[in-house]
C-alpha cells in the first residue's frame, strides 16, 4: 500500500506533522518501495520539507543513543524505587499501628488481668473452730472484733477490696471497723451479710440464720430461695 502525504501545505504545524509521518513510514520501509519516489518529491518540493524532516531525525537519533536510552532507564529506575520505598514506608506506617494497637491491648489486658490477681491476693487469712466448751474473742488487722461461740466454726479472709468472712456453724458476734473501701462480707450456707460498720451477731442454724443488729445497718441477700412448706 502507498502512502499518501501531502506536499501543497505551507503551514508549519502541516509540516512537521507530514514530516514525522513520512519519518515514522520510511523508517521501516523496504530499500525497493515504490513510497521513496514520493518521499523523494515531497521532499524537494520546498526547503522547509527537508529542514523538518531532518529535525525529526536528529531527534529521534538523540532520543535512541545509549546515553539517553540509559538516562532515561535511570529515571525509571529511580521512579520505581521511589514507589517502592514508599509502599514500604506505607505498609511499614500500617504494620507499626497494627503493633502499637495490639501492644496496647494485650497491655490493657494484661493489666486488668494483673489487677484482678492483685485484688484476689488475700492480706491476711484465720481459722478458728471452737468446741463446746470454748468461746474466743479475736481483734482483726483492721481493728474489728469477732466472738466466736462455742461449738463453732469460721474462716476470716481480708482481700484489698473486701474482708470475708465464712461462717460454717454456731454463732458469731461482729463489731466492725468502719472501711467504705472494703466491705464486710459475712456468708453462711443460707445467707450473705454485707456492711460497712456496724455490731451484730449471726447464728447460722441447721434450717435457718438468725442475724441480730445491735446497732447499724446490713444488707442480707439469701443464697437459696425459701420453701413455701417449710
Aim: aromatic letters at 8%; glycine letters at 2%.
Amino acid at each position: 500500500m502507498s502512502a499518501q502525504f501531502s506536499a501543497q501545505s505551507k503551514a508549519p504545524s502541516n509540516i512537521s506533522e507530514t514530516a514525522a509521518r513520512w519519518y515514522l513510514h520510511m523508517r521501516d520501509a523496504a530499500v525497493d518501495a515504490p513510497e521513496h519516489s514520493q518521499f523523494e518529491a515531497w521532499l524537494m518540493a520546498n526547503p522547509m520539507h527537508q529542514a523538518e524532516y531532518e529535525s525529526i531525525t536528529e531527534t529521534m537519533k538523540t532520543l535512541s543513543s545509549n546515553e539517553q536510552l540509559a538516562t532515561l532507564a535511570n529515571a525509571l529506575e529511580q521512579k520505581k524505587s521511589q514507589n517502592k520505598l514508599a509502599r514500604q514506608h506505607k505498609v511499614k506506617k500500617a504494620m507499626s499501628a497494627t503493633f502499637a494497637t495490639l501492644v496496647l491491648g494485650f497491655g490493657a489486658l494484661f493489666s486488668a488481668q494483673q489487677y484482678q490477681h492483685w485484688q484476689a491476693t488475700p492480706t491476711m487469712q484465720m481459722a478458728a473452730n471452737n468446741p463446746v466448751d470454748s468461746i474466743t474473742t479475736q481483734t482483726l488487722d483492721d481493728g474489728s472484733q469477732v466472738t466466736l461461740s462455742a461449738n463453732s466454726e469460721m474462716q476470716v479472709v481480708y482481700y484489698r477490696h473486701q474482708r470475708h468472712v465464712q461462717l460454717a456453724k454456731g454463732e458469731a458476734i461482729f463489731e466492725v471497723a468502719k472501711d467504705p473501701n472494703r466491705p464486710f462480707v459475712v456468708e453462711t450456707n443460707m445467707a450473705k451479710i454485707t456492711v460497712l460498720g456496724t455490731h451484730f451477731a449471726v447464728n447460722q442454724f441447721s434450717q435457718f440464720v438468725r442475724i441480730s443488729v445491735d446497732h447499724g445497718r446490713v444488707q442480707v441477700e439469701a443464697k437459696f430461695p425459701s420453701n413455701p412448706q417449710d
